[in-house]
């Protein structure tokens, strides 16, 4: 057993968007997601785990910094659960630091750990169990455990992941972010609040099926074009319902940059929109339009950041 790992995971956007959850936090329809990053792979979640004397305890820190707090506690019972389950008694020090990533971390973070765990401590879990210790702490972390577009199951005894298509499989697919300097973002539970009260929200759900329906059959298909327009028609609707009761997370400039990627489309370009909150906006196309959607934003005074779709965790050292 060695007594040191790093390993990396990718963050992830909404394909088919959660919105509304359970107080359990158990999300109240299926959705989809994207792991992405940048062409390098420079746009990660990098974890530390070392193995120490069990009296030492466990110690968690982001980028170096020891965390206090409700976050840092749930994230230490978590790891202390894992270690009863598995019945491991030993001491860990762990440093999770984000690069590059200007949304949220905690899919990428979670996935890192627990698949880290699973290789510093032999315990030998496929990819269902380590998605099911992640999502204790982001229930969206599946996301980044399987990679590529992967599927949340709710309507099932037992809420699990399923991959749906592999990084290589959407290799057709280039995917552009583009970041806002919002002094904050409107959070997940916010947005969960706020969307269940629209009076139309149930026929949202009885979507849902459909959407996913449609996403799944295009792939099969490598029809990447609907697959992109089910997305963002899925994603559209969340964010009207979320506007129509108040709660604006395409703010002005993510909305004129949504409104610009739908002039493009009227052009020709066959640019989608696959998010468009907190503080970035992702703008997907097909890879052989790629360099004439870049061109189009920029000229159209935005920064995209070229990105791709990405694979699950993996190590990148040992010691």
Same mark, same amino acid.
């Given at each position: 057993?060695?007594?040191?790992?790093?390993?990396?995971?990718?963050?992830?956007?909404?394909?088919?968007?959660?919105?509304?959850?359970?107080?359990?936090?158990?999300?109240?329809?299926?959705?989809?997601?994207?792991?992405?990053?940048?062409?390098?792979?420079?746009?990660?979640?990098?974890?530390? !785990?070392?193995?120490?004397?069990?009296?030492?305890?466990?110690?968690?820190?982001?980028?170096?910094?020891?965390?206090?707090?409700?976050?840092?506690?749930?994230?230490?019972?978590?790891?202390?659960?894992?270690?009863?389950?598995?019945?491991?008694?030993?001491?860990?020090?762990?440093?999770?630091?984000?690069?590059?990533?200007?949304?949220?971390?905690?899919?990428?973070?979670?996935?890192?750990?627990?698949?880290?765990?699973?290789?510093?401590?032999?315990?030998?879990?496929?990819?269902?169990?380590?998605?099911?210790?992640?999502?204790?702490?982001?229930?969206?972390?599946?996301?980044?455990?399987?990679?590529?577009?992967?599927?949340?199951?709710? @309507?099932? +005894?037992?809420?699990?992941?399923?991959?749906?298509?592999?990084?290589? *499989?959407?290799?057709?697919?280039? %995917?552009?972010?583009?970041?806002? *300097?919002? +002094?904050?973002?409107?959070?997940? @539970?916010?947005?969960?609040?706020?969307?269940?009260?629209?009076?139309?929200?149930?026929?949202?759900?009885?979507?849902? +099926?459909?959407?996913?329906?449609? %996403?799944?059959?295009?792939?099969?298909?490598?029809?990447?074009?609907?697959?992109?327009?089910?997305?963002?028609?899925?994603?559209?609707?969340?964010?009207?319902?979320?506007?129509?009761?108040?709660?604006?997370?395409?703010?002005?400039?993510?909305?004129?940059?949504? !409104?610009?990627?739908?002039?493009?489309?009227?052009?020709?370009?066959?640019?989608?929109?696959?998010?468009?909150?907190?503080?970035?906006?992702?703008?997907?196309?097909?890879?052989?339009?790629? @360099?004439?959607?870049?061109?189009?934003?920029?000229?159209?005074?935005?920064?995209?950041?070229?990105?791709?779709?990405?694979?699950?965790?993996?190590?990148?050292?040992?010691?």
């Amino acid at each position: 057993m060695p007594k040191k790992v790093v390993s990396v995971a990718y963050p992830t956007i909404p394909i088919v968007f959660l919105g509304g959850i359970r107080a359990d936090r158990r999300p109240i329809y299926n959705t989809m997601g994207l792991a992405v990053t940048d062409l390098d792979e420079n746009v990660r979640t990098e974890t530390t !785990i070392k193995v120490t004397d069990n009296k030492n305890g466990i110690k968690f820190s982001l980028g170096g910094k020891l965390i206090e707090g409700k976050r840092n506690e749930d994230t230490i019972n978590s790891i202390k659960s894992f270690l009863k389950d598995k019945k491991i008694d030993v001491g860990l020090e762990i440093d999770s630091t984000n690069y590059n990533i200007k949304g949220g971390s905690s899919d990428s973070g979670l996935a890192a750990l627990f698949f880290g765990l699973n290789e510093l401590l032999g315990t030998k879990m496929k990819t269902a169990e380590i998605a099911n210790y992640a999502m204790r702490g982001s229930e969206s972390a599946i996301r980044s455990v399987y990679g590529g577009l992967s599927k949340i199951v709710v @309507d099932t +005894p037992e809420m699990h992941g399923l991959a749906v298509a592999s990084a290589k *499989d959407l290799d057709a697919i280039r %995917i552009f972010t583009v970041y806002f *300097d919002y +002094p904050t973002r409107i959070t997940a @539970d916010e947005i969960h609040a706020a969307i269940v009260k629209h009076p139309w929200y149930k026929h949202r759900v009885q979507n849902i +099926p459909t959407w996913i329906r449609n %996403i799944e059959s295009a792939i099969k298909k490598k029809d990447f074009v609907t697959m992109l327009k089910n997305s963002e028609d899925n994603i559209r609707n969340a964010h009207y319902l979320l506007e129509d009761v108040g709660l604006r997370v395409r703010r002005k400039k993510i909305m004129d940059c949504w !409104i610009d990627v739908e002039e493009m489309r009227a052009s020709g370009l066959r640019a989608y929109c696959l998010q468009g909150g907190g503080n970035l906006i992702s703008i997907a196309c097909l890879k052989e339009q790629a @360099d004439k959607v870049y061109n189009e934003l920029v000229n159209r005074g935005w920064s995209p950041l070229k990105y791709k779709v990405a694979g699950g965790p993996k190590i990148i050292r040992r010691g």
